[in-house]
Nanobody
Framework: QVQLVESGGGSVQAGDSLRLSCAAS????????MGWFRQAPGKEREFVVV????????YAADSVKGRFTISRDNAKNTVYLQMNSLKPEDTAVYFC?????????????????WGQGTRVTVSS
């Protein structure tokens, strides 16, 4: 089992930045690819960004490329999501997730463990 706890959400203005954190416990953190997903009100959960086990590879959704950056610190068992130039359409609950899969996937069914989420609200 892997337990994931997100933090860092909040309410900000458009153009502001936030950094989300996801602390993992329970298993060897570096065994997992780590992803961030989000779910906006009334919408399905969607992929945001993923990072490979070593941190050497990342992949982001087109909607956040150039604005959001994922990173991880395997010594601290933590993955981060730096969000810059936030827009109202980024408003959502953000979830981190851990995957044992071979590849760093953008599909939610590839993920084995999920956090409870942290809410981000961006006002115009």
């Amino acid at each position: 089992q892997v337990q994931l706890v997100e933090s860092g959400g909040g309410s900000v203005q458009a153009g502001d930045s936030l950094r989300l954190s996801c602390a993992a416990s329970g298993r060897t953190f570096s065994d997992y690819n780590m992803g961030w997903f989000r779910q906006a009100p009334g919408k399905e959960r969607e992929f945001v960004v993923v990072i490979s086990r070593s941190g050497g590879n990342t992949y982001a959704a087109d909607s956040v490329k150039g604005r959001f950056t994922i990173s991880r610190d395997n010594a601290k068992n933590t993955v981060y999501l730096q969000m810059n130039s936030l827009k109202p359409e980024d408003t959502a609950v953000y979830f981190c997730a851990a995957s044992r899969g071979v590849y760093a996937s953008n599909r939610d069914y590839a993920y084995d463990y999920w956090g409870q989420g942290t809410r981000v609200t961006v006002s115009s």
